[in-house]
């Protein structure tokens, strides 16, 4: 079924009640439950001993063919003969929630932890059917316990998911970011939890931006945040204005010169451009330790030919930051090019394994492996290069092909937040290397 959010926000879409028989859950939630086994609470009668055993056995039969209602029935003369089953009731609640009867099996599921706690499964089912019914603020509780503790993966994203929609519903944003942060971890390519991720965390940052616009609106912070919101968007010449403002308001702001830095590389205008150099040098004389500023000082000597000065920034970033890929790459193309390609691929090669997603650093690894003429290597590194070329050309087309253009240019932001093409763009790219 859908769980539906407020404000346009995500739907989990959880397994249909009346369809887990076609489902991997159904499979689990059958060998979870029976596995407690039949075992009468108090001395019975060797009759009724022997009957409770025959229903059973025969509601086992009835739910591994799908009947819960015939098996629901063979519970209740379980509980009659025996009321403090523990089996009885656990299976009797997952028959009733196998049949859509959230409330009943909800009652069911309680019952059995009252007779034994902590019994995580059972947990997550009781949550899942109160969620069902409205109660929410129990759900929640018995959902958190279960997320924590469940194992099996279907149940647990299942269990996330109704969890993360709990909490969203109820605008504890931060708990369902920790709750969607896990359910990446558990399942990264789904795009539901995808969606999901993306929109907690939109509204967390959109949150975090209306209290600084109210508390400080004319704050230096609150500048740099608007012009980080335009390079976004990609009104670049907007951004270097707040960027500006931004400096005016505190010239040693943590970040700003290597923000101001990376939207004058993209501007434009061929001076803007020029600029950019004296904004990364500002960055690194506020913060010697900022190794992405030395990697941009880097490309910039390397689009100069000038390799001893690219050398020298690259090999300061990676004597702060060893694992960042930028600084092996950058590195790794100085040494190429000055005909040291065996030393340069074990650069390019660690640049790939931090970023396994660098184009430019497996088009270099291919050339630097057929200088060295690691031919099969060379061939393998060009097939990944054009895998993921062809990929981010189809995700940029994917972006261009969005019907946005028909936006006005001022849409009641203000100029300072409207894309020049009233088109919001992907947030304004790195410095290409040459390739």
């Known amino acids: 079924m859908y769980i539906p959010l407020v404000c346009g926000c995500p739907a989990f879409r959880l397994e249909k009640c009346r369809r887990l028989s076609s489902g991997l859950l159904w499979s689990f939630l059958l060998a979870a439950m029976i596995s407690f086994g039949y075992h009468s609470s108090a001395q019975q009668p060797a009759q009724a001993d022997s009957r409770i055993v025959h229903l059973a056995q025969q509601a086992e039969s009835d739910l591994h063919s799908q009947r819960p209602d015939l ?4 519970y209740e003369r ?8 523990l089996s009885a009731h656990s299976n009797l609640g997952l028959a009733d ?4 009867k959230f409330a009943p099996a909800a009652e069911e599921f309680e019952n059995v932890l009252a007779l034994k706690p902590n019994l995580w499964n059972i947990d997550a089912l009781c949550g899942l059917s109160e969620a069902k019914t409205g109660k929410n603020a129990d759900a929640t509780l018995h959902l958190d316990l279960a997320f924590q503790h469940v194992d099996e993966p279907v149940l647990r994203l299942s269990v996330g998911q109704q969890l993360f929609t709990l909490l969203f519903q109820s605008g504890q944003l931060v708990r369902a970011g920790d709750v969607v942060d896990r359910l990446q971890q558990l399942d990264p390519g789904n795009i539901d939890v995808l969606y999901a991720a993306h929109q907690v965390y939109s509204m967390l940052a959109d949150k975090a931006f209306v209290s600084m616009a109210q508390l400080q609106p004319a704050s230096a912070r609150m500048f740099e945040l608007r012009a980080d919101r335009m390079a976004g968007m990609g009104n670049i010449e907007g951004a270097i204005r707040a960027y500006r403002l931004a400096i005016q308001g505190d010239p040693h702001l943590s970040g700003v010169h290597f923000a101001l830095g990376e939207a004058l590389s993209v501007s ?8 950019a150099e004296g904004e990364y040098n500002k960055a690194l004389e506020d913060n010697p330790l900022d190794e992405k500023a030395e990697c941009r000082l880097g490309d910039i000597a390397m689009r100069r030919s000038d390799l001893k000065s690219g050398a020298q920034h690259y090999q300061r970033a990676l004597a702060l930051q060893p694992g960042d890929a930028d600084a092996n790459e950058g590195y790794g193309m100085i040494l190429l090019s000055s005909d040291s390609a ?5 650069y390019l090669l660690r640049a790939v394994k931090f970023d396994p997603s660098d184009v430019t650093a497996y088009y270099h690894l291919s050339e630097a492996s057929r200088k060295t003429g690691d031919m099969d290597d060379a061939r393998t590194e060009m097939d990944e290069f054009l895998k993921l070329k062809t990929a981010q050309d189809t995700l940029k087309h994917s972006f261009d092909d ?6 006005p240019q001022n849409s009641g932001k203000g100029d300072e937040e409207a894309s ?8 304004p790219p790195v410095p290409n290397k040459n390739f």
């Open 420 to 427: 020049p093409q009233g088109v919001p763009a992907l947030p």
């Open 78 to 85: 379980i509980l009659a003969l025996d009321p403090n089953n």
């Open 402 to 407: 969005l019907p946005l253009r028909t936006l």
């Open 268 to 275: 434009h205008d061929e001076a803007e451009r020029a600029g």
């Open 97 to 100: 929630y196998l049949q859509g």
């Open 71 to 74: 098996a629901a029935s063979e």
């Open 342 to 346: 065996r030393e340069a691929r074990v």
